[in-house]
């Protein structure tokens, strides 16, 4: 899966390069894999809407290096299991299967054309290590070491869902629970949780404007 990175358009092109600048030690394969979304993903959205049309050009930044923030909080461990719920069109769950190809994803949504759609993009790049279903959370009765999930509902109702989800035995460096990606003011969200939320800012992690605002949060449950 040879790809030439130049094809791409100048906006996704410098945001690709920032992203292995952020990510020294990817594989070739993994750089591949990356270089392999933006095409895969303009085509789909063309006829699915997975991303907002005028913001297909910032993939890599919005969507890509977004879902890579949560590695500012967690390295998962080697044959951790992860639900990514509510992933739309595969984010954060996809790109975060690329980066740790150990891991197992299981990638759960309620609207199954965009479970399609990253079907698709996942045999496209030959991702071996995702599973997807379509249905809504409550319906999934499996057991996982950590649910990720970005900016899908308020933290509260998130963890009433999953609450189920979270398997006991521990095998990483943080005990089991709940990653969300979120933006903007969140102490009032944060409240209940106040004494054992983690939150971590990605301005610290990545310099462009975008991040200033966004949030990597973790729920022990």
Request: proline share 4%; aromatic share 10%; net charge neutral.
């Amino acid at each position: 899966m040879e790809i030439n990175i130049n094809s791409l358009p100048e906006t996704a092109q410098k945001q690709l390069e920032a992203l292995y600048g952020y990510f020294p030690h990817l594989s070739e394969q993994q750089k591949e894999q990356f270089a392999a979304l933006y095409d895969l993903y303009a085509d789909w959205n063309s006829k699915i809407n997975v991303i907002s049309r005028k913001d297909i050009e910032n993939l890599y930044e919005h969507h890509v290096l977004h879902s890579l923030g949560i590695t500012q909080i967690i390295n998962f461990h080697s044959g951790s299991k992860v639900m990514d719920l509510g992933t739309g069109g595969g984010f954060p769950g996809m790109p975060l299967a690329i980066y740790y190809p150990d891991v197992t994803f299981h990638l759960v949504d309620s609207i199954g054309k965009k479970i399609k759609v990253g079907q698709a993009i996942a045999e496209a790049i030959g991702l071996k290590n995702v599973t997807f279903r379509h249905c809504r959370g409550e319906e999934e009765k499996q057991q996982f070491d950590f649910v990720v999930s970005r900016a899908v509902m308020p933290l509260a109702d998130l963890a009433k869902i999953v609450r189920k989800n979270i398997a006991r035995k521990q095998i990483n460096a943080l005990p089991n629970g709940l990653i969300c990606l979120k933006g903007g003011e969140l102490q009032h969200e944060i409240l209940p949780f106040k004494n054992i939320a983690i939150t971590e800012d990605l301005s610290k992690a990545f310099n462009e404007e975008y991040f200033q605002t966004k949030k990597v949060v973790y729920l022990p449950l």
